[in-house]
């Protein structure tokens, strides 16, 4: 079953406007990992923030975390065309089992030019 | 180039039929998972092998479903009697054992399609 939540599920903005998702889940975690997904294609790892750290940066990428609320937020600034894509957060747990990722059903953004 | 692989990246099969899928990881990574992801949703762990010991199975993977890795490198998951509901996006993914390595790569996926 799903553990993460995305909000919003779907999201439709301008060029150049900030993005930002949200993504919630429910039991304590190693590491909250973002990743992207184009249509009909594979996964790609965006970012990682572990357990104790609370923000990430990577180029126009800000992650946050707040494990006091189990939430986490993924914001990608001066958005481009080619940032369309569904992008999921996936927590990494012992409780869930050693290694596997449990992801979020994603939220779909899209960049209008 | 030295990403995951998958082949077929797309499968069309009568519901009954037999289907096997293989995935070649990144040459380095020992630790190898499936996915399976339905059309707007999030994948779904299937299993997950340190070289060739399959050591998580999830509750999804019924006995319809095997994976093997034999020799710690490729890894195929076949589905027997294949039933409508294995339609989806099956994705294999590899990571590194090194200590705090925990990013996986994923391929580009096998579509299944089951009619």
Redesign the interface.
Known sequence: S?Q?EEDPQALSIQEGENATMNCSYKTSI??L?W?RQNS??????LI?IRSNEREKHSGRLRVTLDTSKKSSSLLITASRAADTASY?C?T?SIIQ??????????TRLTINP | DTGVSQDPRHKITKRGQNVTFRCDPISEHNRLYWYRQTLGQGPEFLTYFQNEAQLEKSRLLSDRFSAERPKGSFSTLEIQRTEQGDSAMYLCASSSLDRGSYEQYFGPGTRLTVT
């Open positions: 799903q993460g190693n590491n990992q990743y009909g294609r594979g996964l790609v790892h990682l999921f996936a990494h089992g050693a290694q596997k990722l449990v992801f979020g059903q994603g």
